[in-house]
């Protein structure tokens, strides 16, 4: 397991991933550079606020159905606006089952969403810990993928109606049956529904 810590001394991005017992992100300052090059390619990425009032859910894995959904209304602002930022993640490269984490997605352009929403809600960002789970798998070949599937969804819905779960994305296996799953939450003091 490791520890993410996303900071930006002066003027550029530092990065740091080392190993620990405990998973955590902590977001001390979001990289001041701007993945999208004009205003207009922005505006057109980046959810405006002003849309975001009269949405209570959000598709956060690649589970779609209402069960599965990431609730909005119980998050603080911070993590509801992570979670959109989020929604944006995408892989960079396609040896994301054993490539280093921190260089498989594209993070530069999560921070500049979390960064435009910031703006955007009026909100200065505060030093916030997240947690990160990363799971690198094998299937063996005579893995019921099907049924691995059912059980990972149903996983899911469990994670997601206990609270904090804000991000679940997993890839294809590789010519080796190798994946990587990966998850973000935020620790909530809700009650588990049953």
Same mark, same amino acid.
Not at 88 to 93: C, G, K, M
Not at 153 to 166: D, F, M, R, V
Not at 169 to 177: A, H, L, M, N, V
């Given at each position: 397991?490791?520890?993410?810590?996303?900071?930006?001394?002066?003027?550029?991005?530092?990065? $740091?991933?080392?190993?620990?017992?405990?998973?955590?992100?902590?977001?001390?300052?979001?990289?001041?550079?701007?993945?999208?090059?004009?205003? *207009?390619?922005?505006?057109?990425?980046?959810? &405006?606020?002003?849309?975001?009032? =009269?949405?209570?859910? /959000?598709?956060?894995?690649? @589970?779609?159905?209402?069960? =599965?959904?990431?609730?909005?209304?119980?998050?603080? !602002?911070?993590?509801?606006?992570?979670?959109?930022?989020?929604?944006?993640?995408?892989?960079?490269?396609?040896? @994301?089952? !054993?490539?280093? @984490?921190?260089?498989?997605? =594209? #993070?530069?352009?999560?921070?500049?969403?979390?960064?435009?929403?910031?703006?955007?809600?009026? /909100?200065? #960002? $505060?030093?916030?810990?997240?947690? +990160? +789970?990363?799971?690198?798998? $094998?299937?063996?070949?005579? *893995?019921?993928?099907?049924?691995?599937?059912?059980?990972? &969804?149903?996983?899911?819905?469990?994670?997601?109606?206990?609270?904090?779960?804000?991000? @679940? #994305?997993?890839?294809?296996?590789?010519? $080796?049956?190798?994946?990587?799953?990966?998850?973000?939450?935020?620790? !909530?003091?809700?009650? /588990?529904?049953?």
């Amino acid at each position: 397991m490791s520890t993410l810590l996303l900071s930006v001394p002066g003027s550029e991005s530092h990065w $740091q991933d080392r190993e620990i017992k405990k998973s955590t992100v902590v977001v001390t300052e979001l990289p001041l550079e701007d993945p999208l090059q004009d205003d *207009a390619e922005r505006e057109h990425h980046i959810p &405006q606020l002003s849309n975001l009032p =009269n949405i209570t859910h /959000i598709i956060s894995s690649p @589970y779609q159905d209402l069960s =599965n959904q990431l609730d909005l209304r119980p998050l603080a !602002t911070p993590s509801r606006l992570l979670a959109i930022a989020l929604s944006s993640l995408a892989v960079t490269r396609a040896d @994301y089952a !054993t490539a280093p @984490y921190l260089e498989i997605f =594209n #993070w530069s352009s999560v921070f500049g969403t979390l960064r435009t929403l910031c703006s955007q809600a009026g /909100i200065e #960002w $505060q030093v916030q810990e997240f947690h +990160v +789970v990363i799971f690198r798998s $094998q299937l063996r070949k005579e *893995a019921d993928r099907r049924r691995l599937g059912e059980l990972d &969804q149903k996983s899911h819905e469990e994670a997601c109606a206990s609270g904090g779960l804000l991000k @679940y #994305w997993f890839g294809s296996c590789d010519e $080796q049956r190798r994946n990587l799953a990966t998850c973000t939450f935020v620790l !909530t003091s809700a009650p /588990i529904k049953r």
